[in-house]
């Protein structure tokens, strides 16, 4: 009993993600102001992130949770550089 509810809670939060990942998406392509976008952008990685440890959980594999802590990292580093970039129109000073 306690794997069948273990395997829809996580089958329900992957359907949960993908919508909040089509949200994500229609706000990268329809913000108004380019904050916008790349709040889309961040919120975008942060659920594809979290889609792929609910995928590490649902089959066991570590290759999952591994592939999320490097898209953590290379997608907060591109947050920072566009935040960079908004503020003083260059990234590299």
Request: charged share 15%; net charge positive.
């Amino acid at each position: 009993m306690n794997v069948l509810v273990l395997g829809l809670a996580i089958t329900a939060a992957q359907v949960l993600l993908g919508c909040a990942m089509m949200f994500a998406i229609f706000r990268l392509l329809r913000g108004p102001r380019a904050q916008d976008r790349i709040l889309g952008l961040d919120t975008l990685y942060i659920n594809a992130m979290l889609m792929l440890l609910t995928f590490g959980m649902q089959t066991g594999r570590t290759l999952y949770f591994e592939a999320a802590l490097i898209i953590a990292l290379v997608g907060f580093c591109g947050t920072v550089a566009l935040a960079k970039f908004l503020m003083r129109g260059e990234v590299v000073e």
